[in-house]
T-cell receptor, first 114, second 112 residues
Framework: GAGVSQSPSNKVTEKGKDVELRCDPI?????LYWYRQRLGQGLEFLIY????????KSGLPSDRFSAERTGESVSTLTIQRTQQEDSAVYLC????????????FGQGTRLTVV | GENVEQHPSTLSVQEGDSAVIKCTYS??????FPWYKQELGKRPQLIID?????GEKKDQRIAVTLNKTAKHFSLHITETQPEDSAVYFC???????????FGAGTTVTVRA
């Protein structure tokens, strides 16, 4: 595809269930970010992948959150035992290389925990 | 890690007036400074960016200035229009892995 694709676009889950969010970056982009955006709030950094380097996980809010990336392709963000405070839009972004280039955002996954 | 401060958090301007948003960063090695616009319910999109070897860049009604000595950069929107109403985020690319760090955002409202 031409842009960053995220799926699902919307997800409603029951408290305590696990969810998996998917991000397909633009082909050839080595850098990939996950952000969380609560309603009316800013971009909360979660995790950053850059090529084959160890990911920067410094933004993950708890051990219920994890993310994987297959090479320079698809990434999945997993939230275990979801809580109501996890409700937010989860945005993925990718860039050609981290080195001073534009990051392109996906449309986001709106997660609602009920 | 990099700390990017953004001010103000909200900005209301009369249509036709100018809007200015300022950001400061802490890492003197930062070398890339993009600005993103996020309209309600949409994804953030790049509107302008500047690199550390340039002091100012313009694109129609939008301009960005960079002061490396003071470690701050600003977004200027002239002749504001209702469609400029959005949340604007600044960012700085830092470190050996060039991670983008974002400011907290500025909600701009243009009053007709």
């Amino acid at each position: 595809g031409a842009g960053v694709s995220q799926s699902p676009s919307n997800k409603v889950t029951e408290k305590g269930k696990d969810v998996e969010l998917r991000c397909d970056p633009i082909s050839g982009h080595t850098a990939l970010y996950w952000y969380r955006q609560r309603l009316g709030q800013g971009l909360e950094f979660l995790i950053y992948f850059q090529g084959n380097s160890a990911p920067d996980k410094s933004g993950l809010p708890s051990d219920r959150f994890s993310a994987e990336r297959t090479g320079e392709s698809v990434s999945t963000l997993t939230i275990q035992r979801t809580q109501q405070e996890d409700s937010a839009v989860y945005l993925c972004a990718s860039s050609w290389t981290g080195k001073g280039t534009e990051a392109f955002f996906g449309q986001g996954t709106r997660l609602t925990v009920v | 890690g990099e700390n990017v401060e953004q001010h103000p958090s909200t900005l209301s301007v009369q249509e036709g007036d100018s809007a200015v948003i300022k950001c400061t960063y802490s890492d003197s090695a930062s070398n890339y400074f993009p600005w993103y616009k996020q309209e309600l319910g949409k994804r953030p999109q790049l509107i302008i960016d500047i690199r550390s070897n340039v002091g100012e860049k313009k694109d129609q009604r939008i301009a960005v200035t960079l002061n490396k000595t003071a470690k701050h950069f600003s977004l200027h929107i002239t002749e504001t229009q209702p469609e400029d109403s959005a949340v604007y985020f600044c960012a700085a690319s830092i470190g050996n892995d060039y991670k983008l760090s974002f400011g907290a955002g500025t909600t701009v409202t243009v009053r007709a």
